[in-house]
Nanobody, 119 residues
C-alpha cells in the first residue's frame, strides 16, 4: 500500500506561485508514474501533469504548459508541482495519484490540497 499526502496549497493572488508536494509512505513510488489532477468547484476532475517513473518524461495539460513544472525525488519518495503565473482558473483541489501507466488506472490517490487563486 502507498499512502499519498499532498501539501503546499493555499490562497495566492493571480500571478503568484505555489509549490505543491506529494509525500508517499508505505512503499517506494519508484515504479509508479506520478500524476497531478485538479478539480474545480462544479467541474469534473482533470489531468494537470505527470512524470514518468525515472523522471525523464513530463506531461502537461495545455492550459498549464510553460507555467507548471512537475518533478520527483525518488530518494525522498516525494513528487512536486511548481506552479507559477497562477490564474484564477487554476483554483481547485489538487490531487496526486500513482499508477503503473501514465494514463491510468491509478492505484493510489491523496486526499487533495486546496489551491485558491484570487484575481
Amino acid at each position: 500500500q502507498v499512502q499519498l499526502v499532498e501539501s503546499g496549497g493555499g490562497l495566492v493572488q493571480a500571478g503568484g506561485s505555489l509549490r505543491l508536494s506529494c509525500a508517499a509512505s508505505g512503499r517506494t513510488i519508484r515504479s509508479y508514474s506520478m500524476n497531478w489532477f485538479r478539480q474545480a468547484p462544479g467541474k469534473e476532475r482533470e489531468f494537470v501533469a505527470a512524470i514518468s517513473q525515472g523522471g525523464s518524461s513530463e506531461y502537461y495539460t495545455d492550459s498549464v504548459k510553460g507555467r507548471f513544472t512537475v518533478s520527483r525525488d525518488n530518494a525522498k519518495n516525494t513528487v512536486y508541482l511548481q506552479m507559477n503565473s497562477l490564474k484564477p482558473d487554476d483554483t481547485g483541489v489538487y490531487y496526486c495519484a500513482a499508477g503503473i501507466f501514465r494514463t491510468g488506472p491509478f492505484s493510489y490517490w491523496g486526499q487533495g490540497t486546496q489551491v485558491t487563486v484570487s484575481s
